[in-house]
């Protein structure tokens, strides 16, 4: 699901490098980290992702984390969200780590949350 802290996120990964490879975790991925979801199917988050104007390649993975696609295309930069501490995101060590601000209050748990309530 793709929300505006997605969206902000995707902006911040853009002006950290020329071109911006996003990961996208498979529906299998996905099922077996977070129960319940996915909620948007992979082709439908690829379709969503590929017409953004910040992200130029999308890269589809099965695996619990991004390591092994990360140690094939050998970034320059990973970005993840400042809620991770460097040292703890996969790539660290591999490519230099930027940390994005969070947009406060938007998550996807938050979301569903509001979701069940109505």
Do not use: W
Request: with cysteine; proline share 4%; glycine share 8%.
């Amino acid at each position: 699901m793709i929300h505006a802290g997605h969206l902000a996120s995707l902006k911040f990964a853009k002006s950290c490098g020329d071109k911006l490879v996003v990961g996208l975790n498979s529906d299998k991925s996905v099922a077996k980290l977070k129960p319940g979801r996915p909620i948007i199917s992979e082709q439908e988050m690829l379709d969503v992702l590929a017409s953004c104007e910040y992200v130029d390649y999308v890269v589809v993975f099965d695996d619990d984390t991004p390591l092994d696609l990360i140690n094939k295309i050998k970034p320059d930069v990973v970005v993840k969200g400042s809620d991770y501490k460097e040292e703890g995101v996969v790539g660290f060590g591999i490519a230099e780590i930027k940390r994005c601000p969070l947009v406060e209050g938007i998550s996807t748990t938050n979301i569903i949350e509001k979701i069940k309530k109505l």
